[in-house]
């Protein structure tokens, strides 16, 4: 790695002047991060201290409390949650499945990596109306389930809307994921693989002990990206069910957003804060883990 | 190597095949249900949709992926007797298009100061880049709109295009491609007196020319289906992009959404198909977030 060629001792003059160079270089992103990212988020900070935007008199961490004391907040917490709870370890573990199916010789590998991606260009309007087609009341999977017998239901305003939105996810983000599996898979030395083949090693054993913990980094990564895609979804919800959907849907976005349609800043801010906060310690924990998990394959 | 069994392989295929029909289902039905006309529209999906329209309605709807006769009725009602879409095509590419060149003008110099700096704060102030990059857009909503009104920006297409240029994800992304570049290089050039800005542009640059395509096509497609931003910071419908007014249209239009998400679709899909190699390598470069 040239990390280590980096790190070797130079006199303290060039690197003051090294450092200076590279701010120099980074001075426009700093800039530009700094207005429209920062301050923002210092904006966020101060409103979730202050008792109006009219008084601004700080009231420490009643905000938190109130927010914290909120039904609806504490529902859409935990949809949140446990929507990511089920969406996030579902795109990892099914992205593995995929890549791995196509790392084994599978006839048309380019033009099946080339489906698997093309979610990502279909506009958002048209995943609404297809999904909505799909999964409405008189929509075209209940007519399937309908040959099996099955009752109808109308999907998104039953206990099962999580599932369609979960499918939804998966659906958009699994085709990225699995190419960041697959480049990890490359990397993964094979003459290890070969030796584990001598020795007779099973594949499980192969995938567990081997692959898996040199995917260690592309699991930490694509985890930190589905979580973030799987808050991303609310686009897809939002457009489907709007501001006030079946309960289980409702998520800390929908309470953002009302929030900031009634004009509570306070609450929004609050939440937003906690958010951020919640996010910064999975994103530590997950390092954490990785760290842990692959410790012994780096270097 | 073991041998793959012929049934076992033929089981895989068979997998990728049934999990690939699925993915490409939503593309294909938008592109050939945009050559159907009104009544086969209404005929087929009355039954979610309804327009109102009378005639014959399945009673459950009836997803087709080949229409009984090709028309381009939808098409033109779109393109040639409203003028809103193609307006708001427009809309879409005078705001996507700054965002991509601003992001890859201030990342590709960002990137290389990420790259050249070799003290122990470089990582601390890479790692709130990934923070920054990670956080998801409803936390900072509302104070971007506040920025936005003390700027005198709101309401205008800078409300977008200048938090969008100043994104750390191509940052993020290009410096961990810049720092693939053999340091010795750098070194020589160095020595042979070119001053940074040139080993920037005549190094660096040439050298990461597929990454920066690649990243490109990465945001371009990622603003090109953009709506939260737009929704909050440009209240004006006019100014808003298709990909906006997509999500807006009627019910009992169902038909009209088809064609025009399909035409919304075209650079996209267009760039997709021929950068796809470069893309797949730029996703795969990300592989993990340390830096």
Known sequence: MDEKKHKRRRPSREQRRDFLRSLCFLFPSLLGVGVFFILPFGVVAYYSVIDGVASREFVGLENFRRLLNNGIFRLAAVNTLRFSAVAVPLAVVLAIVLALLLEVRVPMKSAFRTFFLSPMMVPVASVVLIWQVLFSYNGTVNVFLGLFGAEKIDWLQSDQARWVVVLLFLWKNLGYNMILFMAGIANIPKELLEVADVEGAGELYKFFSIKLRYLSPTVLFVTILSLINSFKVFREVYLLTGNYPYQSLYTLQHFMNNMFGAYDYQKLSAAAMLMALAMVIIIAVLFAVEDWFGKDVEG | ?291
């Open chain 2, 1 to 291: 190597m073991k041998k793959k069994h012929y049934f076992g392989r033929t089981v895989d295929f068979i997998l990728c095949a049934v999990f690939a029909a699925a993915f490409l289902l939503p593309t294909v039905v938008t592109i050939t249900n945009s050559f159907m006309s009104e009544s086969e529209i209404n005929a087929n999906y009355g039954a979610v949709f309804s327009s109102g329209a009378g005639g014959y309605v399945s009673k459950s709807v009836n997803l087709k992926l080949i229409p009984d006769k090709v028309v381009f009725t939808q098409y033109i009602r779109g393109l040639v007797e409203s003028p809103d879409y193609l307006l708001k095509f427009w809309n879409s590419v005078f705001l996507v298009l700054p965002i991509v060149a601003g992001q890859m003008a201030v990342a590709s110099v960002a990137a290389y100061g990420f790259t050249r700096w070799r003290g122990k704060a470089r990582s601390f102030l890479f790692f709130f880049y990934v923070i920054l990059m990670l956080m998801p857009y409803q936390v900072t909503l509302v104070p971007n709109y506040l920025v936005s009104d003390w700027l005198h920006i709101l309401n205008t297409s800078w409300a977008i295009i200048l938090p969008g240029a100043f994104a750390p994800f191509s940052v993020f992304l290009l410096t961990k491609f810049m720092r693939r570049i053999p340091y010795a290089l750098i070194e020589a050039a160095k020595i042979d007196g070119a001053s940074e800005w040139q080993i920037f542009t005549r190094i660096c640059i040439p050298q990461c020319r597929s990454a920066l395509y690649s990243i490109a096509i990465l945001v371009f497609i990622d603003y090109w289906n953009m709506v939260e931003q737009p929704l909050v910071l440009l209240s004006d419908a006019d100014k808003q992009p298709l990909s906006v007014f997509l999500s807006n249209i009627n019910q009992g239009e169902i038909g009209l959404a088809f064609a025009m998400a399909t035409v919304y679709m075209l650079p996209s899909l267009l760039l997709f198909l021929h950068g796809e190699e470069a893309l797949v390598e730029g996703i795969a470069h990300q592989g993990s977030v340390k830096g």
